[in-house]
């Protein structure tokens, strides 16, 4: 994190306003991520080939780690990049997975304030069938937004897998992305 070490720390759990609920619902109800799903998948995959996308993504491997930084950009809008936060994690629990936890630190700096709202997403607990490995699916996931004085930043989407004979090989991240994000997905609420 951005200097913790130096801050000074407050972690409270990460709950939404009623407000917030309804205007989230709302932009799912209009499909208005559409907009930003599509040119983050392409962006994602123009970063692999070393091209210049839509939009800013930078690229998450290490040895057990596979994910993507989403950075803010002006066009989106706070709230958008906010409920688009809030979209990955749904979209991840609609694959099965269990929402561990729901947190925000505040750590406060001499000359800085940052923020981070982190959802910690688990598998469901089950063999892979045959096997009496774990199905680890696409290992645990860790979504975070960050934002610094209040404004945003950036989203980081891991898959933090295990490397344990008791689990099975983790899915690859590129499809967990694709489930997330859905390409293909047409917005059908297009005026006539």
């Known amino acids: 994190m951005l200097g913790h070490e130096n801050g000074i720390a407050t972690c409270t759990m990460l709950k939404r306003s009623g407000r917030y609920e309804a205007d989230y619902q709302a932009w799912l109800h209009d499909r208005v991520y559409l907009h930003w799903t599509g040119p983050f998948f392409k962006s994602y995959h123009y970063t692999k080939a070393n091209l210049t996308g839509p939009l800013r993504v930078q690229l998450v491997q290490d040895a057990h780690v596979r994910g993507a930084v989403f950075f803010y950009d002006p066009s989106i809008g706070d709230s958008n990049f906010s409920f688009f936060f809030d979209l990955l994690k749904d979209r991840v629990q609609a694959l099965g997975y269990t929402l561990h936890s729901c947190d925000k630190l505040k750590v406060r700096h001499e000359r800085y304030t940052e923020e981070v709202e982190k959802h910690v997403l ?41 490397n344990d004979a008791y689990f099975s090989k983790p899915l690859p991240f590129d499809e967990l992305l694709d489930k997330v994000l859905q390409p293909h997905e047409e917005n059908t609420n297009q005026p006539t």
């Open 122 to 162: 688990t598998p469901p607990a089950s063999d892979l069938p045959g096997t009496s490995l774990c199905n680890q699916l696409y290992g645990n996931v860790l979504l975070d937004y960050i934002k610094v004085n209040s404004r945003p930043g950036y989203i980081r989407f891991i898959a933090n897998a295990y």
